[in-house]
């Protein structure tokens, strides 16, 4: 089963114009996700992970009446910002649990699981 974490970090602690120098803590606990995905990678369970660029340089495709229209910057204000994402295939949603849990000690954020709809889905 595949699932989607997806890594949430407070708007407030995210400044645009020090997004791409990060602190020594960051750093740390960066390092510290490496290993599990390293270990991921070796038990088969790892997928793919990526940051996301700053929410601040991002755009927002909607519906607004009839038209579909882009704009800059994220569509409301937030406390959380999405910050991350990691796609993880796994025997079931208590190992997803695990390795999400070990992320949230790792990086001190939290985690959302989500599962990932297969070829089965039918709508």
Same mark, same amino acid.
Do not use: C, N
């Given at each position: !089963?595949?699932? $989607?974490?997806?890594?949430?970090?407070?708007?407030?602690?995210?400044?645009?114009?020090?997004?791409?120098?990060?602190? @020594?803590?960051?750093?740390?606990?960066?390092?510290?996700? #490496?290993? $599990?995905?390293?270990?991921? *990678?070796?038990?088969?369970?790892?997928?793919?992970?990526?940051?996301?660029?700053?929410?601040?340089?991002?755009?927002?495709? #909607?519906?607004?009446?009839?038209? *579909?229209?882009?704009?800059?910057?994220?569509?409301? @204000?937030?406390?959380? *910002?999405?910050?991350?994402?990691?796609?993880?295939?796994?025997?079931? /949603?208590? /190992?997803?649990? @695990?390795?999400?849990? /070990?992320?949230?000690?790792?990086?001190?954020?939290?985690?959302?699981?989500?599962?990932? !709809?297969?070829?089965?889905?039918?709508?």
């Amino acid at each position: !089963m595949k699932y $989607l974490l997806l890594s949430y970090t407070p708007a407030a602690e995210w400044d645009a114009a020090t997004a791409d120098v990060p602190s @020594e803590e960051a750093l740390a606990a960066f390092a510290t996700y #490496q290993k $599990l995905e390293q270990e991921l *990678v070796a038990s088969g369970e790892f997928v793919t992970s990526e940051g996301l660029g700053h929410p601040a340089v991002s755009t927002t495709v #909607q519906r607004d009446g009839g038209e *579909v229209v882009a704009t800059d910057g994220p569509f409301a @204000e937030l406390k959380e *910002v999405l910050a991350s994402f990691a796609v993880i295939d796994v025997a079931g /949603r208590e /190992r997803a649990v @695990e390795i999400a849990a /070990r992320i949230v000690e790792a990086l001190g954020e939290p985690i959302e699981i989500r599962l990932i !709809m297969g070829e089965d889905f039918a709508a």
